[in-house]
């Protein structure tokens, strides 16, 4: 499966992003969906992951209640809604996907496909 993201960019302190990945190859709905993001001289860390269906979901402590990850299988693209963004946001986020089976929990990590990522930047 091939991943490309969009919607990144420049926000202010408090702003709000969408970043999209759409997907193409196998069958979307076959995936668990993750994002991630890796700041300068920082390890890559999860973000958000989103279930085959899109019925289950998990957040890192640093952004729930923030950002909500979601999905449309029609559309094969899965979105991040960025809120009350601040300037630790800063990172490249890519989105990434695991082929797991239906009853399967969000995965945390063992992504299988990864995008190439796009930057965010949040000013003060």
């Known amino acids: 499966v091939q991943l490309v993201e969009s919607g990144g960019g420049l926000a202010q302190a408090g702003g709000s992003l969408r970043l999209s990945c759409a997907a193409s190859?196998?069958?979307?709905?076959?995936?668990?969906m993750g994002w991630f993001r890796q700041a300068p001289g920082k390890e890559r860390e999860f973000v958000a992951g989103?279930?085959?269906?899109?019925?289950?979901?998990y957040y890192s402590d640093s952004v729930k209640g923030r950002f909500t990850i979601s999905r449309d299988n029609v559309k094969n693209t899965v979105y991040l809604q960025m809120n009350s963004l601040q300037p630790e946001d800063t990172a490249v986020y890519c989105c990434?996907?695991?082929?797991?089976?239906?009853?399967?929990?969000?995965?945390?990590?063992?992504?299988?496909?990864w995008g190439q990522g796009t930057q965010v930047t949040v000013s003060s």
């Open positions: 190859g196998r069958p979307f709905s076959s995936y668990a």
């Open positions: 989103i279930s085959r269906s899109g019925s289950r979901t």
């Open positions: 990434a996907a695991k082929l797991t089976i239906v009853t399967a929990p969000v995965p945390l990590f063992g992504y299988d496909y």
